[in-house]
């Protein structure tokens, strides 16, 4: 069964930074995405970044380039990872729920996403 546990979310200032952790077990297969959405209320759910679990590829969305980086580790024996993503110099406009999440077909789009965590709270003040 597929289990993905967030932490790290909270409160800051303009300008500071934040890192958030998601633990991911359970994948039966190696050739897939790992990434973090976001969702402000009454919005749809947004692409922060994805990173490829085989081929290391890594897609930003244009909202975070240059201050969000997404890493993670690579599956062990137990198939689980590791999944990070640093928020540095955070906006306002950052404030959302953000959701760990796998994609397993590496394009971005939340419609196609097959197992969400169940999101961690980042607040932005200006």
């Known amino acids: 069964q597929v289990h993905l546990a967030e932490s790290g979310g909270g409160s800051v200032h303009a300008g500071g930074s934040l890192k958030l952790s998601c633990v991911v077990s359970?994948?039966?297969?190696?050739?897939?995405?790992l990434g973090w959405f976001r969702q402000v209320p009454g919005m749809e759910r947004e692409l922060g970044a994805i990173a490829g679990i085989d081929d290391d590829s890594i897609t930003y969305a244009d909202s975070v380039k240059g201050r969000f980086t997404i890493s993670h580790t690579f599956p062990q024996d137990n198939a689980k990872v590791n999944l990070t993503l640093q928020m540095n110099n955070l906006k306002p406009e950052d404030t959302a729920r953000y959701y760990c999440?796998?994609?397993?077909?590496?394009?971005?789009?939340?419609?196609?996403?097959?197992?969400w965590g169940q999101g961690t709270q980042v607040t932005v003040s200006s």
């Open positions: 999440a796998v994609d397993p077909i590496c394009n971005g789009n939340y419609n196609y996403v097959d197992h």
């Open positions: 359970g994948l039966p297969f190696a050739d897939y995405c």
